[in-house]
Nanobody, 119 residues
Framework: QVQLVESGGGLVQAGGSLRLSCAVS????????MGWFRQAPGKEREFVAVINWNGGSTSYADSVKGRFTISRDNAKNTVYLQMNSLKPEDTAVYYC????????????WGQGTQVTVSS
């Protein structure tokens, strides 16, 4: 059974930084592309960033480009989201998700971690 467990959320002032982690178990980690998504109150869940199976390719939403960095450590079965220059509009529940390589949909999701950015 595949499990994704996020950690690292919290309360931070605008301009600050946080690093989210997502530990994956239950299947070979390198068989997944990994993504981060977020959902703010009253809004739909939105894409934040994705990284391919070996970390060689990444993509970001325009709203976070230049401020957030996605990375992975396949030896630790963990994906990270380094968030710098945080803004109040980054406040949301952040979810990591796993997509089996060559499949279109994310089949596995974590429980989410709250990030709150105060102004």
């Amino acid at each position: 059974q595949v499990q994704l467990v996020e950690s690292g959320g919290g309360l931070v002032q605008a301009g600050g930084s946080l690093r989210l982690s997502c530990a994956v178990s239950g299947r070979t980690f390198s068989s997944f592309a990994m993504g981060w998504f977020r959902q703010a109150p009253g809004k739909e869940r939105e894409f934040v960033a994705v990284i391919n199976w070996n970390g060689g390719s990444t993509s970001y939403a325009d709203s976070v480009k230049g401020r957030f960095t996605i990375s992975r450590d396949n030896a630790k079965n963990t994906v990270y989201l380094q968030m710098n220059s945080l803004k109040p509009e980054d406040t949301a529940v952040y979810y990591c998700a796993a997509r089996v390589v060559l499949q279109r949909d994310y089949g596995y999701w974590g429980q989410g971690t709250q990030v709150t950015v105060s102004s």
